[in-house]
Nanobody, 119 residues
Framework: QVQLVESGGGLVQAGGSLRLSCAASGIIFGIDAMGWYRQAPGNQRELVAAITTSSTTNYADSVKGRFTISRDNAKNTVNLQMNSLKPEDTAVYYC?????????????WGQGTQVTVSS
């Protein structure tokens, strides 16, 4: 059983910063890509940022230059530093991880953490 637990969401004023963290636990042989998605009310879930095992990163155009994704392979964690937050960043943020088990690689998701940016 693999679990992803997120933390760090909350309410912040526009222009402020938040740092999201996500820790994977359970039977884990390794983790390939990790990432963060978000979903605002009435919208589809969208990619925010992703990072490979070698720390190659990919960002949505809307967050480039403001958000930074990082990971600690030894601790099976992924973080998202969010700066210069805007009201349109308001959403539930979900982390994911492509977890390698004995027989397969499977994508797992966290439960989501609310980020609210007030204007």
């Amino acid at each position: 059983q693999v679990q992803l637990v997120e933390s760090g969401g909350g309410l912040v004023q526009a222009g402020g910063s938040l740092r999201l963290s996500c820790a994977a636990s359970g039977i884990i042989f390794g983790i390939d890509a990790m990432g963060w998605y978000r979903q605002a009310p009435g919208n589809q879930r969208e990619l925010v940022a992703a990072i490979t095992t070698s720390s190659t990163t990919n960002y949505a155009d809307s967050v480039k230059g403001r958000f930074t994704i990082s990971r600690d392979n030894a601790k099976n964690t992924v973080n998202l530093q969010m700066n210069s937050l805007k009201p349109e960043d308001t959403a539930v943020y979900y982390c994911n991880a492509d977890v390698v088990s004995r027989y397969r690689t499977m994508r797992h998701w966290g439960q989501g953490t609310q980020v609210t940016v007030s204007s």
